[in-house]
């Protein structure tokens, strides 16, 4: 009655209502999670997660700490992960300690992240197979020991 721009939709009206974007969720630093997260939006993690993450969105905390598998389009790290990530875009920031192989269209790594893994660039419809492990070839992926704040990065 007194809100705007609220539609309401009858059997006989074409008129579409439109879904409002969901929050996102949040795991906070005191939460522990054993098992799989799997969302449509966006996973904030703060806290302790130990199995695999699919979603289109994750921003893991400073204080998080994630051991599995983690599939999104979008990944931006600042804490601790041990697994593979296989995204559309990883950012890694400073405070980023990741343990795992990246496949990933896009990376950025800041300096002073540290990533022990492969990195690969995959397609846009490897990134789409949500829930698979890719399988990399040694001729095909790069691995990396990187430690931006000694700036050298060696090859095996």
């Known amino acids: ?34 098992g799989n997260l799997n969302s449509k939006g966006e996973i904030q993690v703060d ?11 994750l921003l893991v905390g400073e204080t998080a700490d994630i051991r599995g ?8 790290v600042f804490g601790k992960i041990n697994g593979q990530i296989k995204a559309r875009e990883v950012v890694l920031a ?9 496949l990933h269209e ?3 790594i800041e300096p002073g992240a540290f990533l022990e893994g492969l990195c690969k660039r995959i ?17 095909s992926a790069v691995k ?7 700036s050298k990065v060696s090859s095996a």
Do not use: C
């Not at 806290?47 to 969105?57: A, E, F, H, L």
């Not at 598998?69 to 931006?76: C, L």
């Not at 397609?123 to 001729?139: N, Y």
């Not at 990396?144 to 000694?150: C, E, I, P």
């Open 1 to 34: 009655m007194f809100s705007k721009n609220k539609k309401v939709q009858s059997k006989d009206s074409p008129v579409a209502v439109r879904a409002k974007p969901a929050a996102p969720s949040i795991i906070s630093a005191d939460l522990k999670i054993e």
């Open 47 to 57: 806290g302790t997660v130990r199995g695999d993450i699919s979603t289109k969105k």
């Open 69 to 76: 598998e983690i599939t999104a389009d979008y990944v931006q």
């Open 94 to 102: 400073k405070t980023a300690h990741v343990v795992g192989d990246v």
């Open 106 to 108: 896009n990376l950025s």
């Open 123 to 139: 397609s846009e419809t490897e990134v789409k197979t949500v829930g698979t492990k890719t399988e990399t070839s040694p001729q």
């Open 144 to 150: 990396a020991v990187f430690n931006a704040d000694s």
